[in-house]
């Protein structure tokens, strides 16, 4: 079974601070995509990444496919609260659309 | 507006009992998901299905059955319920254009006594 592991599991910042949210594992995705979960709702996608190397910007939120593909990270810069949610990471393997979800990172934002 | 509905928010059920969740999309999409949630475990897949009455299994499909007799609706049967699939059930649906996107149902909070 493929896993991927993210960290950290939580992260408490104050507003303004920059972070980065991690999601690693040791088989090779084709596709990998990070959503955001906000209480009481299903996840929503941010971005999806296909290309080793990729870099992908969503305003303050800097996405990076590992060159091996079997990584990623999630940069957020000058965080504010409403980035406060669950953000998971997910990947699928080559001619699959079964998406494997990380372990999630719990994201609170302090005004 | 693209949804996806699921029957029911919050559930409680007794151990032993035959659970029905259900889930519906109005995307036309050809593929639907179930996962449950679980804190430090992110989401797992219980049973994908591509097309009507096709189902596969996911990583955890022990103790659950799914049917799907229409391309929008997708249901999770609990045959006999037990106290360790307490949880939250997610639904979602995708389209079959890849690398494609979930589109996530609020939930289904189940518990089980």
């Known amino acids: 079974t493929q896993l991927l592991e993210q960290s950290p599991q939580f992260l408490s910042i104050q507003e303004g601070e920059n972070l980065t949210v991690y999601c690693n594992s040791s088989s090779v995705f084709s596709s990998l995509q990070w959503y955001r979960q906000e209480p009481g709702e299903g996840p929503v996608l941010l971005v999806t990444?296909?290309?080793?190397?990729e870099v992908k910007k969503l305003k303050r939120l800097t996405f990076q496919f590992g060159d091996a593909r079997k990584d990623s990270s999630l940069h957020i810069t000058a965080a504010q609260p409403g980035d406060t949610g669950l953000y998971l990471c997910a990947g699928a393997g080559s001619g699959t659309y079964k998406y494997i979800f990380g372990t999630g990172t719990r994201l609170k934002v302090l005004a | 507006d693209v949804k996806v509905t699921q029957s029911s928010r919050y559930l409680v059920k007794r151990t032993g009992e035959k659970v029905f969740l259900e889930c519906v999309q109005d995307?036309?999409?050809?593929?639907m998901f179930w996962y449950r949630q679980d804190p430090g475990l992110g989401l797992r897949l219980i049973y994908f299905?591509?097309?009507?009455?096709?189902?596969e299994k996911g990583d955890i499909p022990e103790g659950y059955s799914v049917s799907r007799e229409k391309k929008e609706r997708f249901s999770l049967i609990l045959e006999s319920a037990s106290t360790n699939q307490t949880s939250m059930y997610l639904c979602?649906?995708?389209?079959?254009?890849?690398?494609?996107?979930?589109?996530f149902g609020e939930g289904s909070r189940l518990t089980v006594l």
């Open positions: 299905s591509y097309d009507v009455k096709m189902k």
């Open positions: 995307m036309d999409h050809e593929n």
């Open positions: 990444v296909v290309t080793g190397g």
């Open positions: 979602a649906s995708s389209s079959f254009r890849w690398p494609g996107e979930l589109f």
